[in-house]
């Protein structure tokens, strides 16, 4: 099954929501962001939800105990980390950090494996009209460097051709499930879910 995070939850109404249509794991952004969310609010959230469901706190250039305090705080499961983190940063979280890689910077396959990790993000550009097709080769080559999950650009419209070109383990959705910043969409979040699980169905 495909992985599925649902990321920028800034409300219980949402969080319930992407929970009961299927999703993996939820995100709570504490970098600044238009979806940026409080330790507070996160932890009102979080502490309604079922169990079984993953909290990821995402993060840029973050002091260290200040994460680990949110972790504990909010009993985050894992840290996106989209900064310039190094190999010391991440092991200071061992396999609750998930690293984030822009698919278009120079030399990030080899960067990807000097870090040797066995699961990271590709953060694929946000181009005009969600053409993201031209960084796919270079996604697809990454999955032989460890379990590959996907996010920016991605939305109902576009989600099942990315499955049939890259297979990731994982799928990452924002802004392509929202009506306006920091709400979702119940239709196109919903429809973004069943079509991931209608490919994980067909693939089988």
């Not at 502490?47 to 840029?60: A, S």
């Not at 949110?70 to 991440?90: F, K």
């Not at 379990?147 to 994982?170: D, H, S, T």
Request: aromatic share 8%; proline share 5%; net charge neutral.
């Amino acid at each position: 099954m495909t992985k599925i995070k649902i990321c920028g939850i800034c409300n219980l109404k949402d969080a319930l929501l992407a929970v009961d249509s299927g999703a993996d794991a939820l995100g709570f952004i504490f970098a600044p962001s238009p979806r940026q969310i409080s330790p507070e609010r996160a932890r009102e959230i979080i502490f309604q939800l079922p169990p079984f469901i993953y909290k990821v706190g995402v993060f840029k250039n973050e002091r260290i105990p200040t994460i680990k305090e949110i972790m504990n705080y909010c009993l985050l499961d894992l840290v996106q980390l989209h900064g310039d983190e190094d190999r010391s940063y991440l092991d200071e979280f061992g396999l609750k950090a998930l690293k984030v890689f822009e698919i278009n910077k120079r030399n990030i396959l080899d960067e990807i494996t000097k870090l040797s990790l066995p699961c990271f993000m590709l953060d694929l550009p946000k181009d005009e009209g969600n053409e993201i097709n031209q960084s796919w080769e270079k996604a697809r080559e990454a999955k032989r460097l460890g379990k590959v999950i996907l996010a920016g650009g991605l939305n109902p419209e576009n989600i099942e051709r990315v499955l049939q070109m890259i297979a990731p383990f994982g799928v990452d959705v924002c802004r392509g499930v929202e009506k306006e910043d920091g709400v979702k969409s119940p239709e196109k979040l919903k429809e973004f879910i069943l079509k991931v699980r209608k490919w994980d169905v067909l693939r089988t």
